[in-house]
């Protein structure tokens, strides 16, 4: 049934007066309160339910056509969905951002003080999960049908919070006020079930039947939210999975004074969504991941199953019309469940089975770096998953008599491609196995993959591998987060078009020649500036100046993205400054943010080092202010948006080899910041797209780096023996400069690059190694930027050059070369 939809107060004919009633009512009805007495929270729910009511009409008439033309639908799994706020991205891709904006402002209502209310929903942390929003996002907007599919965490990973200069992790409640854009939708429940044992049945036929006992089960819930497609009125689903108990409440277990078993089912649920990446450096907190990972797995396949079947196919046409992709490791439980699935639940035979799963399941690789591959204990995987587990080792004993089929006599290939070795299920070789391709997400990242990490793989089966470089949302991070450049950029160009086609970018090149043009550019970086100068002075405490250069690295805190290498050189500026006060020296705001995971001890090491230098130095009156130091606590979309317009100078210097891709690199490069990186992940392709010019590119080559792992010849002492600049900064780790005269406070970081320990060489991630380009590349920086003209004509190329990084583009990839997918008419 097609809906009249233009006819709604948020649509084409946007009617002011209907949308300010309905705002009106909404306080009413929901808080009973007038708009004049209602809290800024209270507002923000009374203008979201308004903006969701005509989204809903668009997510009713998007389900229709989705039933009227049956096309193939994409089921993106991922234990992470980094979404962002939701209302702002709302009325953007509805079109009627400033419409609103102006009822409000006369309801006496300011939007951006309403947004502020908006929790960031905490599904999840990294570049993983902001990927998953944005190719949610493109989906919707290509017209594509497609869910999400995950977890409804009830705490996240948690919130940050600096303490004396430690991060302190505390439970992120982004629950507490209730979240207007979800559906709770328990007419789809789902059972999962746990552990138990397995007994076989035989039917008259001789057929096998397994069936599992003495288990225990949570009944999954799901939550929708919706996804509003670009100027386009399709709405797509994120569907979250919430946990609950099968039995609430053993009344008699209670009566006997057995506490713990009257609350076992209620705590079993809980556990299972409460917070993302619960810590797994003890068997328990194992287990806790790989339930979770089971949980949404199985009732989303379930969910689609159920769906399937309503088309009145036969289930050997699944592959036809659905497709699940595995965001990482995490979700590739997917292809053994939906084994066991087909099996147990449609009667299906092995082949018929297989055939099925080995069509419809995906395999994106996220890392290069072997320990992030997940391998689960055989102990720990056959105890909880135990059916699972039984169909895992068929398809083990099989893949293997492929491997030796196709490589005779040599069982060391075997050993390294085996899906169950040393006790491990290894979930990547599993993935690899049994989809029917997997990809890397850039370029050099597939490459590194191709040739060496699943060299074995390729070699194989080189059909199944492609590469799909990452990309983001122009909509959420130029249009939404930088509306002063968005607004130039339209006018400019003289259309808005490249909201919806990034390539149209390339249209501002010729104004990096016009001297105008680049004045009025920097004009909008030097107001981004301050605007994200006065979120510093209101959260830190701390004044900026916004004509400094604003050097940032923001992204989650791994000792391969060498937050390290960037802290060790402000203190190599700083001691500079010391020495010679007069020194000729461009004024730099050095601006940080990350999360490290609770159990890393030595990235949590390097938050409370990263502070202790902010303390020491913007304490320090006699630099004249000419360094400052700031770290954003509890870093996120919402902060990150206004980082990324403000920032000058882009910080991507992994470890070349070790970053699969990055998305940080785009959304700065796209905002008009210049990159200072490594030839590492997409950093390759953006220095392709905007030229080795507008960039500052610096140490060892991905090639370098794996030589020296490979024959293991790298001495970092030698560096530190013979470089007087990086013996100063290392020796004050430990001689109580930073650390108050506590000479132990930094002495694992001082060892982790000059000494060897067990296993581990020195400066594993050759950071000291790297230390000499970068001092020189950040050199470079500096002399570039005084001269205002090179730097606005580089900064503005940036913005110019971005076009390909739209995840747009990445996802009309995944369309044309993996999911083969028709768009919704």
């Known amino acids: 049934m097609e809906r009249d939809l233009k006819s709604s107060y948020l649509g084409k004919r946007f009617n002011k007066e209907e949308f300010k009633a309905e ?172 552990g138990g044992g397995i007994r076989t049945e035989f039917d008259e036929t001789g057929n096998a039947r397994f069936i599992q006992e003495n288990y225990e089960s949570v009944r999954a819930i799901p939550y929708d939210i919706p996804i509003v497609g670009y100027g386009n009125h399709i709405v797509n689903t994120l569907r979250i999975w919430d946990a609950e108990p099968i039995v609430d409440f053993q009344l008699d277990s209670f009566e006997r004074g057995d506490y713990h078993k009257a609350v076992e089912q209620e705590n079993l649920a809980r556990n299972i969504v409460e917070v993302l990446y619960p810590n797994d450096n003890h068997y328990a907190g194992k287990e806790l991941r790989l339930k979770q990972q089971y949980f949404f797995v199985s009732a989303s396949l379930q969910a689609a199953i159920k769906k399937f079947k309503k088309l009145n196919l036969p289930i050997s046409q699944l592959p036809q019309r659905m497709v699940f992709q595995m965001n990482d490791t995490h979700p590739t439980v997917t292809t053994a469940e939906l084994m066991r699935l087909l099996l147990d639940e449609e009667k299906l035979g092995w082949n018929e089975a297989w055939d099925i799963v080995s069509h419809c399941c995906a395999y994106t690789n996220h890392t290069i770096m072997s320990e992030a591959l997940e391998k689960w204990p055989v102990d720990l995987f056959s105890k909880l998953l135990p059916r699972v587990y039984q169909i895992i080792q068929e398809i083990d004993r099989r893949f293997c008599d492929a491997i030796r089929k196709r490589f005779p006599g040599e069982e060391d290939r075997v050993s390294r491609m085996a899906i169950l070795r040393d006790g491990k299920v290894k979930m990547a070789n599993l993935a690899i196995a049994t989809g029917f391709s997997v990809n890397g997400v850039a370029k050099l990242h597939t490459e590194i993959l191709e040739k060496r990490e699943l060299k074995d793989f390729y070699e194989m089966m080189p059909e199944k591998f492609n590469n799909k470089t990452n990309g983001i949302t122009q909509r959420r991070f130029l249009m939404h987060a930088n509306p002063l450049l968005s607004e130039w950029v ?319 583009r990445t996802i009309r990839e995944y369309i044309d070369d993996i999911w083969k997918a028709e768009s919704i008419k």
């Open 23 to 194: 705002v009106t009512g909404n306080v009413r009805r929901l808080f009973r309160k007038t708009v004049e007495e209602a809290s800024a929270q209270e507002l923000f729910q009374a203008v979201a339910y308004a903006v969701k009511e005509p989204v809903i009409d668009d997510w009713i008439a998007t389900q229709d056509k989705i039933k009227e033309q049956k096309p193939k639908i994409i089921y993106y799994m991922s234990m992470e969905f980094l979404m962002g706020r939701a209302l702002g991205n709302n009325l953007i891709n509805l079109s009627c951002y400033g419409e609103v904006r102006e009822a409000l402002e006369e309801m006496g209502i300011d939007l951006n003080a309403i947004e502020d209310e908006e929790p960031d929903p905490a599904l999840g942390n990294g570049g993983l999960g902001r990927l998953a929003a944005c190719f949610l996002d493109s989906l919707a907007t290509l017209g594509y049908a497609a869910y999400g599919c995950g977890i409804r965490y009830r705490y996240g990973m948690f919130k940050q919070r600096i303490k004396d200069g430690f991060q302190v992790e505390t439970p992120d409640n982004w629950l507490k006020d209730g979240y207007p854009f979800e559906l709770r939708r328990p007419e789809y429940a789902k059972e999962v079930r746990f």
């Open 490 to 808: 339209t006018r400019k160009l003289g259309t808005s078009a490249w909201a919806a086609n990034l390539d149209l970018l390339l249209g501002l090149k010729p104004l990096a020649d016009d001297k105008e043009a680049c004045a009025e550019f920097m004009l909008i970086k030097l107001k981004n500036k301050m605007r994200l100068a006065q979120y510093i002075e209101t959260h830190n405490h701390i004044v900026v100046n916004p004509e400094s250069i604003f050097d940032v690295q923001v992204k989650r805190l791994h000792e391969y993205k060498r937050q390290l290498l960037n802290i060790l050189h402000v203190m190599y500026l700083y001691n500079k400054l010391k020495d010679n006060p007069s020194l000729d020296f461009y004024p730099r705001t050095f601006i940080f943010g990350a999360k490290a995971s609770a159990g890393y001890t030595r990235a949590k090491e390097i938050i409370k080092l990263i502070n202790s230098v902010a303390e020491i130095i913007n304490a320090d009156t006699s630099i004249g202010g000419k360094i400052k130091v700031v770290f954003i606590e509890d870093y996120k979309v919402s902060n990150g948006e206004l980082i990324f317009a403000a920032a000058d100078l882009s910080e991507q210097i992994s470890t070349a080899s070790k970053e699969a891709s990055g998305t940080g690199n785009m959304k700065f490069m796209l905002n008009g910041a210049v990159t200072i990186g490594t030839m590492d992940g997409a950093n390759v392709e953006i220095v392709e797209e905007v030229g080795a010019g507008n960039a500052f590119i610096f140490g060892l080559s991905s090639q370098e780096v794996m030589d020296y792992e490979r024959n293991g010849n790298y001495n970092s002492k030698e560096i530190y023996d013979n470089d007087e600049r990086v013996r100063r900064v290392v020796d004050q780790l430990v001689d109580g400069t930073y650390s108050k005269g506590d000479h132990e406070l930094y002495r694992e970081l001082f060892d982790s690059l000059t000494n060897r320990k067990w296993m581990a060489p020195a400066d594993m991630y050759f950071i000291l190694k790297d230390f000499s380009s970068y001092a020189k590349a950040q050199e470079d920086v500096e002399n570039a930027y005084k001269d205002r003209e090179k730097w606005s004509r580089m900064a503005l190329l940036n913005t110019a050059s971005a076009g390909k990084f739209s995840s747009d």
